[in-house]
């Protein structure tokens, strides 16, 4: 915190300080730091991203999932063989 002397105020100023090391990577190849706070009271959505990413992999597993062979046999629309 830092006191602005010249307005005679003392307004209070917030700065962030940041040292350049701790961001700036030692060769071109290395993953960039990610800062994450694992606290659940800081991340309020969390359990709701969570409930949707495992309803998209359930929806996906059903898409990519392979048909029954002969499964719909009274039907047109019934896969009668699987080619390679």
Known sequence: ??????????MKVKVLNRVEEDFT???????????RNPDPSVHPFERAREYTRALNATK???VFAKPFVRALSGHRDGVC????
């Open 25 to 35: 990577r030692e060769r071109k190849g290395d993953v960039a730091k990610v800062f």
């Open 1 to 10: 915190v830092l006191w602005a002397a010249s307005t005679g105020l003392g």
């Open 60 to 62: 996906l597993d059903k």
């Open 81 to 84: 063989s699987m080619n390679r």
